[in-house]
């Protein structure tokens, strides 16, 4: 059987917990002919992992996974694919998200001072090793001094809504996440469409150049991953599917390559993108 594409794998530069280069090797080691580094809110990590990559032999997928909001209170993650992670104006859109986590995190540790917990945002920072800091590397710090026993148990005491360490974070607009992702030629992508569970916006946001769907999750059930084929294939969506690991000890235990897709999504993908194929950046000649 051909080798397979992980195409949902977050890494130090979000909230994963192995570099971009770790998260390769991983890749090669496991079998995987391609993997699609997807940090929250930021490329920070893939001129690392495209470098990595053509040492360990495995097709890196520039992407991205944007946290967007429809409405009031619907959140929704849209990948983008095979973007130009080196365009300026995708970058500092990034920007402006990842300076709000840093701010963020720091009112959750104030809110959980507050509450006498003694975490400090110094060591958040420290184990987030300058990524995009997210809810994971506050746990990792709560488990660390003994607030909490494992990552789970620090999101529910702490950590989700309506728990006294919670602070929303600010998020684009549903419509601006897909745009963003076009501006920068990337194929937009709604992530685990299964657990957000509203065809009615698939379809608007096909409207707006939408061009696939994320069919294979770790939180689907075989039910809701059947469902979303048939919906991608009505539709002329490219079904993509990946791990979504983030590798954290103590964490969700989805590894990489634990979900994967065949290797024609990928070229599914790159072929519709419109960005400079990450194979040949001037730079490769210097
Ligand atoms: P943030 O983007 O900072 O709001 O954090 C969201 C991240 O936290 C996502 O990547 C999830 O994978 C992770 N997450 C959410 N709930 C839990 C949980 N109960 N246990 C472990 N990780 C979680
Ligand atoms: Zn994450
Ligand atoms: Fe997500
Ligand atoms: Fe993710």
Redesign the pocket.
Known sequence: MERPADLHV?TTAS?GALTPTQVVRLAADVGLAAIGITD?DTVAGIDEALEAGKSAGVVVVPGVEI?AIHGHNTEVHILGYYIDHRNRTLIDQLDVLRNA?ALRGRKMVERLNAVGIPVSFERVSEIAQGGA????HV?RALVEIGAAST??AA??RYL?EGAPGYVE?YKVSLLEAVAMVLRAGGVACCAHVAKLNRDELLVELMREGMRAIEVRHPDHSPAGTKYYEQFAAKHNLIPTGGS?A?CIEG??TTTVGGITVPFDIVERLQAESRAPSPGVWPTDAE
């Open positions: 977050h909230d929250h946290s986590r800091i997210g809810r994971p746990a990552i789970d999101f529910g989700q974070r979504d983030h964490g969700k």
